[in-house]
């Protein structure tokens, strides 16, 4: 059974900065790609960053310069280092984990990012 665990969500000043973790178990998961995905209030979930194994990261240009995906293959961990936090970033965050080769994706449950002006 897969699980994306998240944390590190919370209420941030803007300018401030925030680092979110996704822990993912019963999936091998340097063979795939994860990324980040957020939904604001009234809005769709959008792509923010996502990193395939052994390839080059790709952000939304809204973050771009400010955000910075990682991932360690051996703690099987996806993370998002935020900087430069604007009111705007303010969203529900998602890690997502998308099969190789195939049309399954995994969630995690979503954590809080809130940035007050």
């Known amino acids: 059974q897969v699980q994306l665990v998240e944390s590190g969500g919370g209420l941030v000043q803007a300018g401030g900065s925030l680092r979110l973790s996704c822990a993912a178990s019963?999936?091998?998961?340097?063979?795939?790609?994860t990324g980040w995905y957020r939904q604001a209030l009234g809005k769709q979930r959008e792509l923010v960053a996502e990193?395939?194994?052994?390839?080059?990261?790709k952000y939304a240009d809204s973050v771009k310069g400010r955000f910075t995906i990682s991932r360690d293959n051996a703690k099987r961990t996806v993370f998002l280092q935020m900087n430069s936090l604007k009111p705007e970033d303010t969203a529900v965050y998602y890690c997502?984990?998308?099969?190789?080769?195939?049309?399954?994706?995994?969630w995690g449950q979503g954590t809080q990012v809130t940035v007050s002006s």
């Open positions: 990193i395939p194994p052994g390839g080059s990261a």
């Open positions: 997502n984990v998308a099969l190789t080769g195939s049309s399954s994706n995994y």
């Open positions: 019963g999936i091998f998961f340097s063979l795939h790609t």
